[in-house]
């Protein structure tokens, strides 16, 4: 593992091997941004550069992920026995390896069984990470803990963390990776030094799609819809990306709606419609409520006249995109949006997901027919 192999980042890098050349290297830190920017493969090049000086071999153990000083924290299922990260150590570390630029969908889908219960760090995680960090070191030197997705950790864990982060233990060094600090506590954040990380410079992400890609405009579609994300751009070359999925469902919902003015009876196919999407995870259901806001958005853009803004046309089953788009104006968008972030709201803290996806549902046939 060396800094070249992380996908651009070269101000980030710098950065981070300035503070440990001038001896800057602060307790706790925080990294924000999306996982496939580059988080989490930046916080273990800064991690084995520290641990190296302290112990040339270091390199080996922490590329496998299996140095004895570095610590990893991770969500995992609500409702497992014994809700810790190192239960599922293996599954995870197997992933990272395979993808560091891996996210909580590839997570979810790696933790295969459980798909709709949502993760979380648990009160219990927060106290055996305090167990283990307060042991002596086993090379002598520097402790390290990178706590992946700590935005993920439930109030009870977050209050308790926090004490550990007021009082951590000596020569241990704290890196928290978080894809937003919405829902994180501003005491957190206060006691942290944060570091927010870009996307990928889209030169340098253009030109990894194009070591897999040879088709130039292929290359330039995916890195569009990648927005500076690896791990996106992984999927869509790999043609697992979720909007396969999505499409189908994004176009039954919006001719439902469409037809439901004239035809009430309709409706039914709605809740049925919705009953579909609630059996998914609850990670599936928030990543097509993200996909919805961007076509949405893309639809606004399109009607506007600002065309070459619009990386991505839903054309599948004979959808007719520009017909669809001149209904999106600003009589309906943020109507639209405000529902789909409160169906997000409601879907975070555990509502009826039915209910919800069918609410949500309905309400669409009134906004897509507001006139301008």
């Known amino acids: 593992m060396k800094w070249d192999d992380i ?24 990294f924000v941004g999306k996982m496939g920017y580059g988080t989490l493969p930046l916080a273990l090049l800064y991690a084995l550069e520290i641990l190296k000086r302290e112990h040339s071999e270091a390199e080996h153990k922490v590329s496998s992920l ?51 219960k949502q993760i979380f760090i648990s009160p219990d995680e927060i106290s055996a990470i305090t167990q283990s960090l307060s042991l002596k070191t086993f090379e002598g030197g520097t402790k ?27 020569k241990t060094v704290i890196i928290l990776l978080a894809t937003s600090t919405d829902n994180m506590l501003q005491t957190i954040l206060s006691r942290c030094q944060i570091l927010n990380i870009p996307k990928i410079n889209d030169d340098t992400l253009l030109a990894k799609i194009s070591e897999t890609i040879e088709d130039e405009s292929l290359a330039r579609e995916i890195l569009i819809q990648a927005q500076g994300d690896y791990n996106t751009a992984k999927r869509l070359i790999n043609h697992e990306a979720a909007d396969q999925d ?18 009430p009876q309709v409706l039914k196919d709605i809740i049925n419609w919705a009953n579909t999407i609630a059996l998914w995870s609850t990670e599936k259901q928030k990543n097509f ?8 958005r893309l639809a606004l853009l399109q009607n506007y006249g600002t ?27 943020e109507g639209i949006l ?20 069918t609410d949500m549902g309905i309400k669409l046939t009134r906004y897509l027919h507001l006139k301008p």
């Open 66 to 116: 299996n140095h004895m000083d570095l610590h990893f924290s991770f969500p995992i299922f609500k409702g497992e026995k014994n809700a810790l990260s190192q239960s599922v150590f293996n599954i995870w570390r197997d992933m990272i390896l395979n993808n560091p630029y891996a996210d909580y969908q590839d997570w979810i889908s790696a933790l295969s069984g459980n798909e709709n």
């Open 7 to 30: 996908i651009g980042q070269d101000q980030i890098k710098s950065v981070l091997l300035k503070s440990i050349d001038n001896n800057r290297i602060s307790h706790a830190q925080l």
């Open 338 to 357: 405000n529902e789909i972030s409160q169906t997000h709201l409601h879907l975070v803290r555990n509502g009826n997901a039915k209910i919800l996806w």
């Open 307 to 333: 065309s070459e803004l619009v990386y991505k046309k839903i054309m599948k089953n004979n959808f007719n995109w520009k017909g669809f788009s001149n209904f999106i104006s600003g009589a309906n968008i």
């Open 289 to 296: 409520l993200n996909y919805c806001t961007e076509v949405f």
């Open 246 to 263: 999505f499409e189908d469902y994004f176009i039954q919902w919006v001719r439902t709606a469409f037809q439901a003015r004239s035809k």
């Open 144 to 170: 390290i803990l990178i706590i992946w997705g700590a935005e993920k950790m439930s109030e009870n864990a977050a209050n308790k963390f926090l004490k550990f982060l007021e009082e951590p233990p000596e």
